[in-house]
């Protein structure tokens, strides 16, 4: 079955500065790769998914790239603000899991940006 | 348009008990997905009903039981509470079967096996 690593579990960034979390994936079927924030307290949520028909996407200081052939995919967050402060988990859907909406998530990374 | 809910937030029950934990998905959702997260780690797939019938399980024991409903809430049932049971339970609905057009998670029930 599918499987995720991400790295690092912990980051710690300059307010302004850019953040970048890398995650690989297992099984080169998979084809759909989203990053959640985890808040204290809170549930995942999306911020930001992409397809493998595509390489990269952004939505205003968030962007994640996509690479197939190395299976590998990132999420980039620029000029990075306290409130980006979180939990991050990658995901990819298990594509050996038939028509489900199963996801198998990375460990996490504990994101902190210093004011 | 009201989000996923979850009932209850938190949960104290002793090793070998029963315990429900309710879902209502969001607004317009007919799929709902369980996840289970410990401290630490990310959320594991339990389940996924569809049209009130589980249409796919991860590894998880048939001690993990689910339902749902023809309002598309849901309940995910676990006998004989164990201590490694102790962990966020996530319920997540999606508008299609297939969660490429995202989750959206509930916030949680914090569950604590003593």
């Known amino acids: 079955g599918e499987n995720v690593e991400q790295h690092p579990s912990t980051l710690s960034v300059q307010e302004g500065d850019s953040a970048v979390i890398k995650c690989t994936y297992s099984d080169s079927a998979s084809n759909y790769f989203p990053w959640y924030k985890q808040e204290l307290g809170k549930g995942p949520q999306l911020i930001i998914d992409i397809r493998s028909n595509v390489g990269e996407k952004k939505d205003q200081r968030i962007a994640v790239t996509l690479n197939k052939t190395a299976k590998h995919f990132s999420l980039h967050i620029t000029e990075t603000q306290p409130e980006d402060s979180a939990v991050y988990f990658c995901?990819?859907?298990?594509?050996?899991?038939?028509?489900?909406?199963?996801?198998?998530f990375g460990q996490g990374t504990t994101l902190q940006v210093k004011p | 348009e009201t989000g996923v809910t979850q009932s209850p937030t938190h949960l104290i029950k002793t090793r070998g008990q029963q315990v429900t934990l309710r879902c209502s998905s969001q607004s317009g959702h007919n799929t709902v997905s369980w996840y289970q997260q410990a401290l630490g780690q990310g959320p594991q797939f339990i389940f996924q009903y569809y049209r009130e019938e589980e249409n796919g399980r991860g590894n998880f024991p048939p001690r993990f039981s689910g339902l749902q409903f023809p309002n598309y809430s849901s309940e995910l049932n676990v006998n004989a509470l164990e201590l490694d049971d102790s962990a966020l339970y996530l319920c997540?609905?999606?508008?299609?079967?297939?969660?490429?057009?995202?989750?959206?998670f509930g916030s949680g029930t914090r569950l604590t096996v003593v």
């Open positions: 997540a609905s999606s508008s299609r079967q297939g969660a490429y057009y995202g989750y959206t």
């Open positions: 995901a990819a859907r298990d594509h050996g899991s038939g028509n489900t909406g199963k996801l198998i």
